[in-house]
């Protein structure tokens, strides 16, 4: 068995180093993802798997051990960082760094450490076929983007909301009325208000667009008794009780 | 096998040619496994043209979820005819005798990642299994509260159970990604590697790239591999790391002393991760390795090699101790959440046998419907495994027979002996018998959640026996004519038998009541959406089954199955009138709001329950003037109303408004 080299050690201490640091310092999606994902799933089980010292003979059984080998060193950090009490990102970041440093100097104190399985030969792709891989993954993206729109405008049933909230506990004199539109068209409203069953205000052809909303704060009187307060929203065209909510209003 | 005109010129009675002829079909005789390909000769033709074919059947899966959404008569027809162009020409490749180890390797992980696009293309940008729901909600909780094992009152066992949270959560706090983009990315990851160490497993102890490729296709016929294992659910990170752990072990059943040891460390770590990830899994992993270790013990073949039975009884000890030990340790609550299951699907499946179940039996409900094609697909493909199997068995235990009695029945009467080679080859051949019994348990309402569970684990046998069959009898040494094609396009079917038996309904379509997944739409969403930013987050809140995901979900509420101790809420949205038995435990809860979904009431839930499995009532559909019973009870106030969904604040009848 050689020696096998300690490169690939380094770059994996490098790529730790670098997300600790991209964790730190940057907000940046792509960058994070590009060195954060990796960590969680190849890069530190790699360096564990040159720990442990086990030896594969093919990449694709190298591969799959160090995906399980960061799976693991991924579990049990959420298990050292929760009783650390920094589950955090940079907690994280941390940790990963920890993991791949300690495991990459135990690797490299070994001295049965076991050969690197050897890299599948290069396959020589002609460019028709390099043209049909591509497109490939351009129709499966764009069939997800696809996928993604049906979702986004997929509304199988059109509604109004309306609904009334009690007042807050800081102001126990205003209530809260809104009505949303999740129709297809533009409608137009009435909308009355009743206090223990007295007429105490209406709102006459409030029009709302598809998406639109339409909210107040009402204000209304405190009494010494728990009172009942009930909106009804009509539809001007057939005059028809749409939708109808209530809500308590404290006494003093 | 005998042809016929043999016999009467042997002079053998029907009885025994009939014998010769069913021993020639199940019985030991192994022919055929020459057809691997040398090293280094995948064809990058073969790989260019199966990669654009199955990027044109996701996009016609795609297409057909379009046009269900949209109650358009071709969806049928485009989905389909997508998941056919998907499954078919890859399984035929990866089945066809004489294609390289890479390449068969690199199409299982293309027809894995397709199935799992397949599997997130339903929903694109959000979670939308019930199972998912609730892991999903766990792992906002962690993202939340930054801390470990916060009570879970939908799924109180998923607490001990943390990994799937962990990972998912530190993919979100490295890349910034979304909960559910950090979710999809490691499930993608997680079917690869899945489906990297089953070829690994099955390499290892078959000998053969071709059969473990092949053995791999048959486990994709698993009603669960499509789906269940897709989900963001914590048996999609416990199957992986099981498969590991078996993989690895198999890959050191050679080694011996220092090299041992150190796969018997990956072992550890692997089996440590699984004991705080899925109970069911860590539990398969249990009984496998208990197991083989039982089995090299009783293993006579070769001279005595202790280190070996060592190694292997040291990691069953681990894989018995370390659940165990985790459980100990967090006090888990696993016999109450799987006990009650367990013994209802096997009283069922008695009854069912005996014919003694009673008519009021939730059995009497009836299964949901599936679609007549998706039935026969689902049928065919048991017939084609039940077929590989029985040709499969014997052969199977023939192949680690000593090489010296290979002839007639001396293989089997040499296992009979004790005397095998690989006990894994032994284990997993009988451990196929597990599969007529989850078919069966399958048959039940009560039993099937048992059968699919079952499944999983099960197929890792299915896949080597019914892949031994194809090798060794139905393709033998010279694969051409019939014999080349028809296993193949047998394996075909079975994949898609797998696709068809993974769900009701896997194209989208029009909402539909109390059906999971196909209840989760826009309305209902924006419903759980309004409650969090107008209502805030973590009111107690109770509802239906579907609507109580989505409030969790969406809506961040803490969502009360049980309105008091005893009390479920189904029977309080199911009373005609809310008579004292509902209102007196309804105002000595803490529960804030009721949502009502009227929905419910325009047809029998598709599901066969509204809320809780154990329901009472089940299957009977619910009426308008019930669920809108609330509407006139002093204290009690409908906040919000969108025409279908209602909220009543019911905090007056506490005391508090």
Same mark, same amino acid.
């Given at each position: 068995m050689g020696v096998p080299s300690n490169r690939d050690l380094l770059a994996a201490c490098q790529w730790a180093g670098a997300t600790v640091a991209v964790v730190a310092l940057s907000d940046d999606l792509l960058l994070r993802t590009i060195l954060g994902a990796p960590m969680v799933f190849l890069v530190s089980g790699h360096a564990v798997l040159r720990a442990i010292g086990v030896r594969t003979i093919y990449l694709s059984e190298h591969l799959a051990y160090a995906v399980g080998a960061s799976l693991a060193a991924g579990i049990a950090g959420g298990f050292a960082l929760n009783a650390a009490g920094v589950l955090t990102p940079l907690g994280w970041a941390v940790w990963f760094f920890a993991v791949t440093v300690g495991a990459t100097l135990v690797a490299a104190a070994r001295r049965d450490a076991a050969d690197l399985p050897a890299w599948p030969g290069p396959v020589r792709v002609s460019l028709w076929q390099g043209a049909a891989l591509a497109l490939a993954v351009l129709v499966a993206t764009g069939a997800y983007a696809l996928a993604v729109r049906e979702e986004a405008t997929d509304r199988q049933f059109k509604y109004t909301e309306l609904w009334m909230l009690p007042p807050a506990s800081g102001d126990p004199s205003r209530l809260t009325v809104g009505v949303r539109s999740g129709e297809a068209q533009t409608q137009r409203f009435d909308l009355e208000i009743t206090l223990d069953g007295r007429p105490f205000a209406v709102f006459r052809s409030l029009t709302i667009a598809p998406g639109g909303s339409w909210v107040r704060e009402i204000p209304v009187p405190v009494m010494p008794t728990r009172q009942k307060a009930e909106a009804r929203l009509y539809r001007p065209e057939d005059n028809l009780l749409y939708r109808s909510v209530s809500t308590l209003v404290p006494h003093i | 096998m005998t042809p016929a005109h043999l016999t009467a010129a042997t002079g053998m009675n029907p009885l025994q040619t009939g014998m010769q002829l069913v021993s020639a079909v199940i019985g030991p005789d192994l022919r055929g496994g020459n057809a691997d390909a040398p090293p280094h000769q995948a064809n990058p033709g073969w790989i260019a043209v199966l990669c654009l074919t199955v990027g044109t059947a996701l996009l016609l899966v795609v297409a057909g979820n379009g046009a269900g959404r949209r109650g358009d008569a071709v969806a049928l027809l485009l989905f389909w005819s997508g998941v056919v162009l998907m499954v078919v020409p890859t399984s035929l490749r990866i089945a066809w005798p004489l294609v390289a180890r890479g390449e068969r390797l690199f199409l299982l992980f293309l027809l894995a990642e397709a199935l799992f696009y397949f599997k997130v293309v339903y929903s694109p940008t959000n979670f939308i299994n019930y199972d998912?729901?609730?892991?999903?909600v766990e792992a906002d909780d962690l993202l939340t509260a930054r801390r470990l094992f916060l009570s879970s009152p939908l799924l109180p066992v998923g607490r001990t159970y943390p990994a799937l949270e962990i990972l998912t959560t530190a993919i979100v706090d490295l890349t910034g990604l979304s909960l559910f983009a950090a979710g999809t990315v490691l499930l993608a990851v997680l079917k690869g590697t899945f489906v990297g160490a089953l070829f690994l497993f099955y390499e290892r102890i078959a000998g053969s790239p071709r059969m473990s490729a092949i053995a791999c296709l048959v486990y994709m016929g698993c009603s669960t591999f499509a789906l269940f294992e897709s989900m963001f659910s914590y048996e999609s990170?416990?199957?992986?790391?099981?498969?590991?752990?078996?993989?690895?072990?198999?890959?050191?059943?050679?080694?011996?002393?220092?090299?041992? @040891?150190?796969? /018997? $460390? &990956?072992?550890?770590?692997?089996?440590? #991760? %699984? !004991?705080? +990830?899925?109970?069911? *899994? =860590?539990?398969?992993?249990?009984?496998?390795?208990?197991?083989?270790?039982?089995?090299?013990?009783?293993?006579?073949?070769?001279?005595?090699?202790?280190?070996?039975?060592?190694?292997?009884?040291?990691?069953?000890i681990l894989a018995v101790a370390l659940p165990l030990l985790w459980m100990q340790a967090r006090g888990s609550s696993l016999p109450s959440y799987l006990g009650p299951?367990?013994?209802?699907?096997?009283?069922?499946?008695?009854?069912?046998?005996?014919?003694?179940?009673?008519?009021?039996?939730?059995?009497?409900?009836?299964?949901?419907?599936?679609?007549?094609?998706?039935?026969?697909?689902?049928?065919?493909?048991?017939? @084609?495994?039940? /077929? $590989? &199997?029985?040709?499969?068995?014997?052969? #199977? %235990? !023939?192949? +680690?027979?000593?090489? *010296? =009695?290979?002839?007639?029945?001396?293989?089997?009467?040499?296992?009979?002996k004790r005397r095998w080679r690989d006990s894994r080859i032994v284990l997993l051949t009988l451990l196929a018998f597990g599969f007529p019994v989850s078919v069966a348990f399958r048959l039940t309402i009560v039993g099937w959640e048992i059968g699919n569970r079952m499944g999983t684990f099960v197929f890792f046998a299915v896949g080597l026996v019914v892949a031994v069959s194809i090798v060794h009898f139905w393709q033998g040494d010279a694969p051409r004519g019939w014999r080349r094609i028809a296993p193949a396009v047998a394996l075909a079917v079975i994949v898609l038998g797998g696709v068809t038996s993974?769900?009701?309904?896997?194209?989208?379509g029009p909402y539909r009541v109390a059906a999971d997944q196909q209840s989760v739409e826009r309305m209902g969403i924006e419903t759980a959406l309004w409650t969090k930013a107008w209502l805030g987050a973590g009111n107690r809140f109770t509802a239906d089954r579907g609507n109580r995901m989505l409030l969790a979900g969406y809506g961040r509420q803490d969502i009360r199955v049980n309105i008091i101790e005893g009390v479920e809420a189904a029977r309080v949205f199911k009373a005609e009138k809310l008579g004292p038995a509902e209102y007196y435990p309804l105002v000595r809860s803490d529960v804030d709001f009721l949502l009502v979904d009227l929905r419910l009431s325009t047809a029998p839930p598709v599901l066969g329950f509204y809320f809780d499995p154990w329901e009472p009532q089940k299957g009977r559909r619910l009426s308008a003037d019930a669920l809108l019973k609330f509407n006139d009870i002093d204290g009690i106030t409908r906040i919000y109303d969108n025409g279908w969904i209602i909220i009543y604040d019911v905090r007056g009848l506490h005391g508090r408004s």
């Open positions: - | 998912e729901f609730l892991h999903w990170l416990g199957v992986v790391l099981c498969v590991l752990t078996f993989a690895v072990e198999a890959a050191s059943k050679d080694l011996r002393g220092r090299p041992r @040891l150190k796969a /018997l $460390g &990956l072992i550890a770590l692997l089996l440590a #991760s %699984l !004991a705080v +990830t899925h109970h069911l *899994s =860590a539990a398969f992993a249990a009984i496998y390795l208990g197991a083989l270790a039982v089995f090299e013990t009783l293993r006579r073949q070769g001279p005595p090699r202790i280190n070996a039975r060592i190694a292997v009884g040291l990691t069953a299951v367990i013994e209802a699907g096997f009283k069922t499946l008695l009854a069912k046998i005996m014919g003694t179940l009673p008519p009021t039996s939730a059995e009497s409900i009836g299964a949901p419907s599936v679609p007549f094609g998706m039935r026969l697909t689902t049928l065919l493909g048991i017939l @084609l495994l039940s /077929l $590989g &199997l029985a040709t499969g068995f014997f052969r #199977s %235990l !023939a192949m +680690t027979a000593p090489s *010296s =009695a290979r002839a007639g029945w001396r293989p089997i009467q040499d296992i009979l993974s769900s009701l309904a896997p194209m989208r």
